[in-house]
């Protein structure tokens, strides 16, 4: 599976959006993009995923650059709630989905 | 549904010691994986299962074992437990091996 970078951590204010950047330069034409997030010490959530497409659902929006090198997790409205570890992984759907968790992007939601 | 329910929450113990976590899941889901997380750190696979009586090894399996005779159960045992074992570990499952993951609540794990 594809490495990623993302930064260690990020601010932003509670009611705006929250953009979380991921780098992907490796990632092969059969991987995703998987998006998860970790709130203090529970078990991480599953947020959304995507191949090359932009993708919504009711919890974010994923953008996918054209060249699949980088994507953009984006929380319209962030709230309190938000503040999490958030968690970018490429991975290629394959029987066993054995999702490889790196450092994360520490998400502080501030009033 | 309750989903994936991990138990014991906590537990310590002592070195050499052997321990069985235990999972469950309630959504008839074929795929089941067993990940630690080291403070500071991200998850790291240790045992994964595709179905009942089917089960492979992870990123990090040395020092435990795993077994699946039921499609709901999944448990992780720990034999002779070592202070590297720390840690708190997730189970987790999914209706096939390419959807999303559903986690249970951790249990935290240390080796004295």
């Known amino acids: 599976d594809a490495k990623t970078t993302q930064p260690p951590s990020m601010d932003c204010a509670e009611g705006r959006a929250a953009n979380l950047p991921c780098n992907h330069s490796t990632i092969s034409g059969n991987e995703y993009v998987y998006w998860y997030r970790q709130i203090h010490s529970q078990g991480p959530q599953y947020i959304i995923h995507g191949l090359k497409n932009n993708e919504t659902n009711e919890m974010a929006s994923l953008i996918i650059t054209e060249d699949r090198k980088s994507s953009t997790l984006i929380l319209p409205h962030a709230t309190l709630r938000d503040t999490a570890v958030y968690y970018c992984?490429?991975?290629?759907?394959?029987?066993?989905?054995?999702?490889?968790f790196g450092g994360g992007t520490r998400l502080m939601v501030k009033p | 549904n309750a989903g994936v329910t991990q138990t014991p929450k906590f537990r310590i113990l002592k070195i050499g010691q052997s321990m069985t976590l235990q999972c469950a899941q309630d959504m008839n889901h074929n795929y089941m994986y067993w990940y630690r997380q080291d403070p500071g750190m991200g998850l790291k696979l240790i045992y994964y299962s595709v179905g009942a009586g089917i089960t492979d090894k992870g990123e990090v399996p040395n020092g435990y074992n795993v077994s699946r005779s039921t499609t709901e159960d999944f448990p992780l045992r720990l034999e002779l437990a070592a202070p590297s074992q720390t840690s708190v570990y997730f189970c987790?499952?999914?209706?096939?091996?390419?959807?999303?993951?559903?986690f249970g609540s951790g249990t935290q794990l240390s080796v004295l």
């Open positions: 987790a499952s999914s209706r096939t091996g390419d959807e999303k993951l559903f």
């Open positions: 992984i490429v991975s290629a759907r394959r029987a066993g989905n054995m999702l490889t």
